[in-house]
Nanobody
Framework: QVRLVESGGGLVQAGGSLRLSCAAS????????MAWFRQAPGKEREFVAA????????DYEDSVKGRFDISRDNAKNTVYLQMNFLKPEDTAVYYC??????????????????WGQGTQVTVSS
């Protein structure tokens, strides 16, 4: 089993930055993919970013490309989401997800087997 715990959410003004962390415990494999999704009230869950465990494959949702950066620290079994130039529309619960394989298309939530409980990000205008 894999346990994922997100942290780093909070309240920030538009234009500000936050860094989310997702700590993974349990079995970890070199071919694991980790990702961030988000869900705003009244909206569908949305893909944000994904990274292979070796960092060789990185994908971003178009709406966050150029503003958000996903990275990982394998020594700490942690994936990060650095969020810059935040906008009110970024307000959502952010979820960490993982799967023990490489994904050709990592933007589909059904591909992931493990999920964190989420961390709230609120961006005020």
């Amino acid at each position: 089993q894999v346990r994922l715990v997100e942290s780093g959410g909070g309240l920030v003004q538009a234009g500000g930055s936050l860094r989310l962390s997702c700590a993974a415990s349990g079995r970890t494999f070199s071919d694991s993919t980790m990702a961030w999704f988000r869900q705003a009230p009244g909206k569908e869950r949305e893909f944000v970013a994904a990274i292979s465990w070796d960092g060789g494959k990185i994908d971003y949702e178009d709406s966050v490309k150029g503003r958000f950066d996903i990275s990982r620290d394998n020594a700490k079994n942690t994936v990060y989401l650095q969020m810059n130039f935040l906008k009110p529309e970024d307000t959502a619960v952010y979820y960490c997800a993982a799967v023990h394989r490489m994904l050709r298309y990592p933007s589909f939530s059904d591909e992931y087997d493990y999920w964190g409980q989420g961390t709230q990000v609120t961006v005020s205008s």
